[in-house]
């Protein structure tokens, strides 16, 4: 069976759902039967027997009106599908390649409970009953006793029957707040509404009206034995001979029966929610519990990270500070070191000045210089390196001493020498006879008299002699350099 769809159902995005979706299932209880109404049935005992090896079912397939999925069997084309269940397959869950029986035949019960033939005038307002039939003879030990206990089970009312119906199009049925019902054709311009059905994902509803799908051109097709009914309004049967006569207690369409069915039903479904409540209560505190378990363990493992991170940190702080008074403490030590340092340093020149003065000193005795003579010449050649200094002390050495033979050996031993060196020697001889000059004019000359000369003298003097020094210092060294380079 194949559906027409309408460009507002591409547009819409449910055309393939609409195609997809051209068939509808109903449950009702598994009833087994022993007495068929004769008049109705009257083809199914002759071809249906109390065999041994069947096992026999009757159930409500459909009845005409609006059911909870909001699809809508209007008394027409239900009436028109009352046949097409027999010789369809009966099946375990829906699945087709589990067969346990098929279906034998239907007929149609008005309202009030009273068979409708064949061939007579449709009734307004009607259900489908269906005939079908278990294999309970199966050769196998565990398919037998499988049926066996299904067979038990179906008698315990544990068990539904759901039927399917294919349909090649719908209309739509609406009714209003005043449960005035209407039918509107699906055509191009309808199509439309089609998004509102509950049956493809809308609300059921448009503009104030509740919204239905009205079957067209149905076809039952099978039906499968299963453990849990989809829609309450299917009506199930128990095993009751059938009276179809004006005084029967057997009413459909108002769901009295014999056996309090209904009663039993509700007890089942009121049991059953019940169970489901509480089942769904202690799941929800499972879970709440799950929830503060996690969050909790969450918590300590983010507490504990955090807790590890501060004394990490606590660590690198004592390390921080560790690191920095060791490194004033280096600082400290450091400085310490190079005060030590520079005052080693400038220890230690001073000792080689002194050595140094003190070699010289030596080198100018060894060489014949008068002790008195010595300070003035250290301080004539400090201007010197120490290889000039040798040199000249060397050649100073070479002279001839003075003896007794008079000066003229002394001047011939001047005759080599610089002429600065030869002035600074007379000059520091004039000075000491200058001095020994002034010692005898001390007596008879007062202070108060040279007080004034001697001062402007002295600096006269000082001012002569470092002019002289220097300039004899520089000649010397002049004359030091010469020598080495002619050597």
Request: proline share 2%.
């Amino acid at each position: 069976m194949s559906i027409k769809i309408y460009q507002h159902e591409i547009n819409d995005g449910i055309g393939d759902l609409v195609k997809s979706t051209a068939s509808v299932a109903y449950c009702s209880e598994a009833t087994f039967q022993r007495d068929i109404p004769e008049e109705i049935v009257a083809k199914a005992i002759a071809e249906n027997k109390d065999q041994i090896d069947l096992y026999y079912l009757e159930s409500v397939l459909v009845s005409c009106g609006w059911n909870k999925n909001d699809d809508v069997f209007l008394a027409e084309p239900t009436w028109a599908a009352r046949n097409t269940p027999e010789d369809k397959q009966f099946n375990f869950m829906h699945d087709e390649n589990d067969i346990i029986g098929h279906i034998t035949g239907s007929y149609v019960l008005t309202k009030d409970g009273k068979a409708v033939a064949n061939d007579a005038e449709m009734p307004t307002d009607f259900d489908i009953i269906t005939q079908a039939v278990l294999y309970n003879s199966w050769t196998g030990d565990e398919n037998r006793e499988r049926m066996e206990k299904i067979i038990s089970e179906i008698e315990e009312g544990k068990w539904y029957v759901s039927m399917e119906c294919l349909f090649a199009g719908f209309d739509y049925a609406l009714t209003n707040p005043n449960d005035e019902h209407k039918i509107l054709a699906r055509d191009e311009e309808s199509a439309f509404l089609t998004k509102h059905l509950r049956a493809y994902g809308g609300s059921g509803e448009y503009d104030g009206y509740k919204l239905g799908r009205a079957l067209k051109n149905i076809s039952f097709s099978g039906k499968g034995l299963v453990s849990k009914p989809a829609n309450p309004r299917s009506v199930i049967l128990k095993s009751v001979a059938f009276n179809l006569d004006d005084n029967s207690n057997l009413n459909i369409g108002e769901l009295n029966m014999s056996d309090n069915l209904l009663e039993k039903q509700l007890a089942e479904v009121q049991t059953q929610l019940s169970e489901a409540k509480a089942e769904n209560e202690a799941i929800k505190a499972q879970i709440e519990e799950a929830k503060d378990k996690e969050f909790a363990s969450k918590v300590e493992a983010f507490e504990g990270t955090i807790q590890e991170k501060d004394a990490s940190i606590a660590e690198l702080e004592e390390s921080i500070k560790s690191t920095q008074a060791r490194v004033a403490e280096l600082e400290d030590a450091l400085a310490k070191s190079q005060d030590e340092l520079t005052s080693a340093k400038e220890h230690m020149e001073e000792m080689k000045k002194k050595e140094k003065m003190q070699k010289r000193m030596a080198a100018l005795v060894e060489a014949g210089f008068e002790q008195e003579d010595v300070e003035a010449t250290l301080a004539a050649f400090d201007a010197l390196n120490d290889e000039a200094f040798d040199v000249i002390v060397a050649m100073y050495g070479k002279k001839p001493k003075a003896d007794k033979y008079g000066d003229k050996k002394e001047k011939e031993a001047e005759a080599g020498m610089p002429p600065e060196l030869k002035e600074a020697i007379e000059k520091k001889k004039k000075e000491k006879e200058a001095k020994a000059d002034e010692e005898e004019a001390e007596a008879e000359v007062t202070p108060e008299l040279l007080e004034d000369v001697e001062t402007s003298e002295a600096t006269l003097v000082e001012v002569a002699e470092e002019n002289e020094v220097e300039s004899a210092r520089a000649s010397v060294a002049s004359w030091v350099e010469t020598v080495l380079k002619n050597n």
